[in-house]
């Protein structure tokens, strides 16, 4: 059973940073991606940023000069550093990875933008 666990949200001022991990209990590079994707209250989940484990990333327009996705230290973490953070960000932010035709995903970690 792949297991993800979500940490690093909290609450920023407008203008913040925070950077989300995202810890897989295997090896990330047994799936083809693995993905952010955030729901904010009231609105559909939608994808954030992806990380391909043949090293492309790339994130979603709204995101793309703040968010930025990539592969932590160890060799089952991916990191999604967020500067600039706007109000419209504020939402939960999930970890999802798809593998074997299962969708995996975590518990989730909530960003909160607020003065």
């Known amino acids: 059973q792949v297991q993800l666990v979500e940490s690093g949200g909290g609450l920023v001022q407008p203008g913040g940073s925070l950077r989300l991990s995202c810890a897989v209990s295997?090896?990330?590079?047994?799936?083809?991606?693995v993905r952010w994707y955030r729901q904010a209250p009231g609105k559909q989940r939608e994808l954030v940023a992806r990380?391909?484990?043949?090293?492309?990333?790339d994130s979603v327009a709204s995101a793309k000069d703040r968010f930025t996705i990539s592969r932590g230290n160890g060799i089952n973490t991916v990191l999604l550093q967020m500067i600039g953070l706007k109000s419209e960000d504020t939402a939960v932010y999930y970890c999802h990875a798809p593998f074997l035709s299962r969708n995996y995903w975590g518990q989730g970690t909530q960003v909160a933008v607020s003065s």
């Open positions: 990380f391909n484990v043949g090293g492309r990333t």
């Open positions: 295997e090896n990330i590079f047994k799936f083809n991606t």
